[in-house]
């Protein structure tokens, strides 16, 4: 969290690559965050082959569920998963790599 209430977020596949990184905002009263992100897309061997620039994402930060969303054996912290809520595709730039 940044000074001024304000957070970056970021989603995550199943090989722990960067999906989603969005831009500081300021969390609404439902832990949802919405602002320009960018999207990254991986080929079949996990290389970025394109990262494309959206102008509004809805991410939300919801409780994780133990079993389900992630392995643990017992105890620990709570852990949170962010969800994307919308995608407005109003890309503001596209690159291939």
């Avoid at 300021?26 to 061997?45: F, K, R």
């Avoid at 620039?53 to 133990?66: D, G």
């Amino acid at each position: 969290m940044y000074p001024n209430g304000s957070v970056t977020r970021s989603t995550y596949d199943e090989r722990s690559r960067v999906v989603y990184s969005q831009d500081p905002a300021m969390p609404d009263g439902n832990n949802q965050t919405t602002a320009p992100a960018t999207m990254n897309l991986y080929d079949s061997n996990g290389n970025l082959v394109c990262a494309q620039r959206l102008s509004q994402v809805a991410l939300a930060k919801q409780t994780a569920v133990p079993g389900t969303d992630y392995a643990c054996l017992s105890g620990g912290d709570t852990q949170y998963k962010m969800v994307v809520n919308n995608r407005h595709f109003c890309f503001l730039h596209a690159e291939r790599l």
